[in-house]
Each structure stands twice: as structure tokens, then as C-alpha cells.
């Protein structure tokens, strides 16, 4: 499986921008996916993250209420939501694939990683 994350950029505080995450092959509906963040100087971290059948999600505790997560199995697409943007979210987003029907909570484990995309939120 091949990742490309998008849609990343310049946003104002309070802002609202969708990240999509555009896998290759035919199998993404049997990987678990997540997203993750980096900031500056920071190590990465857990975002949020969605079942292979898309009824299971999980977010980490800073965005939960913010972010949402989904998947389009059809287009083989994966999404984050984000409003309410603050700049404590600055960060590169990666997407993240894991043969797995455990949700992606951790970096470790992690089968494949897509190119970041660099959102910036400024105050």
C-alpha cells in the first residue's frame, strides 16, 4: 500500500481544513489506519485512528471533539476532519497503515507511512 497525504496548509485559529490520505492497491479495506502528527522539535504522535470497517474509531485526548476520522473503502481514501483548529496543531500529518483489525493507537507496528503534509495554524 502506497500513502499520499494532501491538503495541508495555512490556516487561522478556529479554522476548519480536511486532510485526505489517497492509498494505491486494491487491499486498503484490510488495513487499519491512522493519523499521526509531528511538530517541530517534538516526537510523533498518535491523532486519531479507524477500523478496517470503519465502526471502530479512536482519538487522542487533545483533538477528540475537534477531529474526525473516516474512510472511504471504495475510493480508497482515508480523512481527518480537523475544526477548531488551534496552533498547538501545527504539525506534519502523516497517514498510516497497519495489516491489522487492531486500531492504530501507537507509531510502533506500523506497516506503512505516507508523506506528510504540513498543516500550519496560526493565532
Known amino acids: 500500500v502506497q500513502l499520499q497525504a494532501s491538503g495541508g496548509g495555512l490556516v487561522r485559529a478556529w479554522d476548519s481544513l480536511r486532510l485526505p490520505c489517497a492509498a494505491s492497491?486494491?487491499?486498503?479495506?484490510?488495513?487499519?489506519m491512522g493519523w499521526f502528527r509531528q511538530a517541530n522539535g517534538k516526537e510523533r504522535e498518535f491523532v486519531a485512528a479507524i477500523s478496517r470497517s470503519t465502526s471502530i474509531t479512536d482519538y487522542a485526548d487533545s483533538v477528540k471533539g475537534r477531529f474526525t476520522i473516516s474512510r472511504d473503502n471504495a475510493k480508497n481514501t482515508l480523512y481527518l476532519q480537523m475544526n477548531g483548529l488551534k496552533p498547538e496543531d501545527t504539525a506534519v500529518y502523516y497517514c498510516?497503515?497497519?495489516?491489522?483489525?487492531?486500531?492504530?493507537?501507537?507509531?510502533?507496528?506500523?506497516?506503512?507511512w505516507g508523506k506528510g503534509t504540513l498543516v500550519t495554524v496560526s493565532s
Open positions: 498510516a497503515a497497519r495489516y491489522s483489525s487492531i486500531l492504530i493507537t501507537s507509531a510502533s507496528g506500523i506497516d506503512y
Open positions: 492497491g486494491r487491499t486498503f479495506s484490510t488495513y487499519g
